[in-house]
């Protein structure tokens, strides 16, 4: 399937302009804003989160069924396992949860830190409902970021294998991210105060817009990160 790839425009402009003011870096503003873009309804399992405090629970939209049958309910989980509506579960074995439970699994930034990934992924297999989506973001080009640990950096067809042979359906693959400036750029940016923040974030994202308009060879090649949906 055609991977897409992230498109500049006067929304997104506003979206890093809002977010990095926040604190965020790049990988992860454009992450949300694809992800506002998308919707879940019925039970929802987050994997990795902790909590519901994660900054794409502002963007990811939850909808209800018309009927009111299909009422949107997020469980998060957490190796600890406490918090309101957090499960204890240890992405590193078998899930303690009953198989087709589930209407939609999410893991956002995740995978990275989960040595043993297969299981994560043949595990979300078997507790979605037939027809239930997983959606996921993962990094790529990233500094080291230990939670406990930081063990891989995957591609989109690395992505695509690993949800494959376990029985997933590819239905969306975006690559996140413009060019070489802003790929530098993302990487030294928490070196930088927040004020300048904003203008180190600008300036590569226009300079990589002339560029790629000059040689658009070079599009596709600096991924931040990917946001992806794959479907039972």
Same mark, same amino acid.
């Given at each position: 399937?055609?991977?897409?790839? =992230?498109?500049?425009?006067? +929304? ?12 965020? @870096?790049?990988?992860? !503003? ?5 992800? =506002?873009? *998308?919707?879940?309804?019925?039970? /929802?399992?987050?994997?990795? +989160?902790? +909590? @519901?405090?994660? @900054? ?16 949107? =309910?997020? !469980? ?9 509506? /957090? ?10 949860? +009953? #198989?087709?439970? %589930?209407?939609?699994?999410?893991? &956002? ?10 299981? /994560? ?18 990094? *790529?080009?990233?500094? &080291? ?12 067809? #690395? ?22 400036? !802003?790929?530098?750029?993302?990487? &030294? ?5 927040? &004020?300048?923040?904003?203008? /180190? ?15 658009? @060879?070079?599009?596709?090649? %600096?991924?931040?990160? %990917? ?6």
């Amino acid at each position: 399937m055609e991977i897409e790839q =992230s498109n500049l425009s006067w +929304s997104v402009c506003r979206a890093l302009i809002r977010e990095t003011w926040r604190g965020k @870096s790049i990988a992860r !503003t454009l992450m949300n804003y694809e992800l =506002s873009k *998308f919707a879940v309804n019925g039970r /929802v399992l987050d994997l990795g +989160s902790k +909590s @519901s405090e994660g @900054s794409y629970n502002r963007f990811l939209n939850r909808t209800d069924g018309t009927d009111g049958t299909n009422r949107t =309910s997020v !469980t998060y989980t957490d190796i600890a396992g406490v918090g309101e509506n /957090v499960i204890k579960l240890d992405l590193e074995e078998p899930f303690t949860i +009953s #198989a087709d439970s %589930y209407d939609s699994v999410t893991c &956002f930034n995740t995978l990275e830190h989960i040595y043993n990934n297969k299981n /994560v992924v043949e595990e979300a297999y078997r507790i979605l409902k037939p027809g239930g989506a997983l959606i996921g973001g993962t990094p *790529f080009l990233v500094n &080291f970021h230990p939670d406990p640990h930081d063990y891989f950096r995957y591609t989109h067809e #690395a992505l695509a294998h690993m949800f494959a042979e376990v029985g997933f359906e590819q239905e969306r693959m975006i690559m996140l991210g413009f060019g070489p400036l !802003t790929a530098g750029a993302a990487m &030294f940016l928490h070196a930088f105060p927040r &004020f300048l923040r904003l203008l /180190v974030v600008l300036k590569a994202v226009l300079l990589d817009a002339l560029i790629l308009k000059w040689k658009p @060879s070079q599009r596709g090649k %600096y991924a931040l990160g %990917y946001v992806y949906v794959f479907r039972k």
